[in-house]
């Protein structure tokens, strides 16, 4: 499985439940990565999505404990309702995209991230793990610098040495 996520220069991701910028170069990026693939996110991800829909055209699957069961998307209680609706999947067609602390605890399991490097300070509230300063990982390809909506971003790709079993 991989993670799919934009990170300013202090690798913040968010703040009020909401994206520190509007990439939308980042947006097709994310968009064409993830399309017919299964998403996988907190409750608080989907709660942030216009309308709290859904993506489009993927597999939605969201950890909720508690949460009530809906027709559009698929609720799960726990990490092991996960790891039995992934298991039937093509790892690399898996997608873990946040929040926060959903983050923190699928990125052992992940054999990379797709990163999204905006070079601007957000203000973030909440923060993404420094890939840079984790000794499993490491950065194996980078693009160019590319300007969207006024920013200069760059995709890079991290992979993980030290995966752990889900």
Do not use: H
Request: proline share 4%.
């Amino acid at each position: 499985m991989r993670a799919i996520v934009a990170v300013d220069k202090k690798w913040g991701i968010g703040k009020k439940n909401d994206l520190l910028f509007i990439l939308p170069a980042d947006m097709k990026y994310f968009r064409e990565t993830t399309l017919n693939k299964v998403v996988v996110m907190g409750s608080n991800t989907l709660k942030s999505f216009p309308g709290g829909k859904p993506l489009k055209n993927r597999t939605n699957v969201v950890l909720f404990p508690g949460g009530e069961k809906r027709d559009d998307c698929l609720v799960v209680e726990s990490l092991q309702e996960i790891k039995q609706v992934i298991k039937d999947y093509n790892p690399d067609d898996v997608f873990i995209i946040g929040g926060a602390m959903f983050y923190k605890t699928m990125l052992p399991y992940c054999s990379e991230v797709l990163v999204t490097k905006v070079d601007a300070d957000g203000g973030a509230e909440v923060f993404y793990e420094n890939l840079d300063e984790l000794p499993n990982w490491s950065c194996v390809s980078e693009s160019e610098t590319v300007e969207t909506n006024g920013y200069n971003v760059r995709f890079t790709v991290y992979k993980n040495s030290d995966i752990k079993e889900f």
